[in-house]
């Protein structure tokens, strides 16, 4: 059974940072794309940011383009996402994200709360 299990999320102030980390097993990890996605309050589900099976390529949403960085470390399993420069808006549930032989699997996520 794939498992997701995220980590790093907190309470931070506008302009800090965050960096969270999604520790993934019992799936052939370095083969499969990876991504992290969040959901605010009454709000929809939403990609922050996908990387490739090797790393090689990125995507990120448009609101978090130039502050967060996703990457991944195919010999511990896991993927990361640096989050820097803060907003109150990106205050969520932050949900990394695997699609393993066509099932979609979702760790428990990690909340992320930006607040003076």
């Known amino acids: 059974q794939v498992q997701l299990v995220e980590s790093g999320g907190g309470l931070v102030q506008p302009g800090g940072s965050l960096r969270l980390s999604c520790a993934a097993s019992e799936f052939t990890f370095a083969r499969y794309t990876m991504g992290w996605y969040r959901q605010a309050p009454g709000k929809e589900r939403e990609l922050v940011a996908g990387?490739?099976?090797?790393?090689?390529?990125?995507s990120y949403g448009d609101s978090v383009k130039g502050r967060f960085t996703i990457s991944r470390d195919n010999v511990k399993t896991k993927v990361y996402l640096q989050m820097n420069s803060l907003k109150c808006v990106d205050t969520a549930v932050y949900y990394c994200?695997?699609?393993?032989?066509?099932?979609?699997?979702w760790g428990q996520g990690t909340q992320v709360t930006v607040s003076s």
């Open positions: 990387i490739s099976s090797d790393g090689s390529s990125t």
């Open positions: 994200r695997a699609r393993v032989c066509s099932r979609e699997y």
